[in-house]
């Protein structure tokens, strides 16, 4: 597990489930024309003020993805958290 530092989190991206809209996209590619998305909190880094667990919402472009040893990481700063959702 990637352990964030530096007020970085590591996230999940939360995939949204689309409808049909009877385009052909080549297989592979993806579209997202939503400037946010939604993101489940995996870990923080020391003194965050977030906790594991929370599904907040960040700009799309900001989500940054590593991958190393067979494993991708999704990461995002602290700062770039623009709220978060709550229980219905």
Do not use: C, W
């Not at 590593?66 to 709220?83: A, K, M, P, R």
Request: cysteine-free.
């Amino acid at each position: 597990m990637l352990v964030p530092l530096n007020k970085y989190i590591t996230v999940q991206p939360v995939e949204e489930d689309k409808t049909d809209t009877g385009v052909l996209i080549p297989e592979g590619v993806k579209v997202d024309n939503n400037p946010f998305k939604v993101v489940d909190i995996v870990k923080v880094a020391t003194g965050s003020t977030l906790e594991t667990g929370m599904r907040v919402v960040v700009p799309s472009h900001m989500v940054e993805a590593t991958s190393f040893f067979g494993q991708t990481h999704y990461l995002v700063l602290e700062n770039h958290v623009i709220g978060y959702l709550k229980n219905a």
